[in-house]
């Protein structure tokens, strides 16, 4: 059954953030990504990066389904492993087995605005178990940087965001930047990325 879902959105990003990975993701091993959504993503990169072992997770089931369902579609089954049940609040993460400790980089898209504040503390905590020193952890979305929108749209954006859920809203870099600072991360780079998004990369430092 072709359970896929298409987040027009990943049509018009993948290239640009497909370039930042370029730069930053290691030549080979596991790649967790955060909230994965649809699935686009993943078989993007999972076919960009053919030396890349791309695991994907979300905690929603739709997702989850067309995830794995655009895996088979791209006929990726044989390399990529099946999405698997993840939100960032619910620790240990369940991670099979064969993969703890041997994560290398770690990438979220869109997650952290779209949350509760709660999900950025949990995103780092955890990534902080699981990469080892100088392993990247990559955001993408919308910030504010000095705790000012970049744009007009991203200041209606994020009024829209609260009035959905008041816990909700686009995060000011700083706040994450120190959240990542208590977890033994440093933002390495913030890269500016086409509509108002920023790619955020960070590297695991030792306490
Ligand atoms: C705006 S969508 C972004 C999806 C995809 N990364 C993209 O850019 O198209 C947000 C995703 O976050 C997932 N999500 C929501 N709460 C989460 C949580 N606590 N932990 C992990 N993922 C979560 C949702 O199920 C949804 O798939």
């Known amino acids: 059954m072709d359970e896929r879902l298409f987040f027009p959105a990943t049509l018009r990003n993948r290239r640009a953030i497909g370039e930042v990975l370029d730069k930053f993701l290691p030549q080979h091993g596991i790649v967790l990504e955060i909230a ?81 504040w709660n999900c950025t503390k949990f995103l780092f905590k955890e990534s902080e178990k699981h990469l080892k020193r100088s392993s990247t952890l990559i955001l993408y979305g919308p910030f504010k940087i000095n705790n000012s929108h970049t744009s007009e749209s991203n200041a209606i954006f994020d009024m829209s965001l609260r009035s959905r859920n008041k816990h909700w809203g686009i995060r000011d870099l700083d706040a994450v930047d120190e959240v990542a600072e208590i977890h033994s991360f440093k933002r390495r780079n913030l890269i500016k990325m086409p509509a108002n998004n920023f790619c955020l990369v960070f590297s695991r430092t030792s306490k």
């Open 36 to 116: 994965s959504g649809s699935g686009e993503h993943g078989v993007t990169f999972q076919k960009r990066f053919p030396n890349i072992l791309w695991q994907t997770s979300d905690p929603d089931p739709s997702c989850r389904k067309s995830i794995n369902s655009w895996i088979m579609h791209e006929a990726l089954a044989e390399k990529m492993p099946l999405s698997i049940d993840l939100s960032v609040e619910k620790t240990p993460w369940p991670l099979p087995n064969k993969y703890i400790s041997k994560v290398s980089a770690i990438i979220c898209i869109n997650l952290i605005h779209i949350a509760h």
